[in-house]
């Protein structure tokens, strides 16, 4: 389980290699952690909201595996360098 608490800023790289590494993520509610993780991740807002999570995460509530592979399949296909330097490839042509 990895809690991500950053709210400012964009593509963070501890998140993405959280992702990469078959992390279920519980990461802080705002747009950009919200693209990264393409909706895929357990979000929170407020202390309470991450209590809760922890709760869920503690009694087995939460399918772990599902969000962890989910996002894996993401950093996979976005945040390996071959796609990255392909698309800055594209981006100067």
């Known amino acids: 389980l990895y809690i991500h608490g950053h709210s400012v800023g964009g593509t963070n790289p ?3 290699e959280a ?6 993520c519980v990461v802080y509610n705002v747009s950009y ?15 309470n909201e991450l ?11 939460i399918d772990t595996k599902k969000y962890a592979n989910d996002l894996y399949e993401i950093a996979k296909r976005r945040y390996i360098w071959n796609t990255i330097i392909n698309k800055y490839k594209i981006l100067f042509q």
């Open 51 to 61: 209590l809760d999570i922890l709760n869920s995460y503690e009694n087995n509530y």
């Open 14 to 16: 501890s998140l993405v």
């Open 33 to 47: 952690n919200i693209e990264t993780t393409e909706n895929k991740a357990l979000y929170f807002k407020s202390s």
């Open 19 to 24: 992702m990469s590494l078959k992390s279920c």
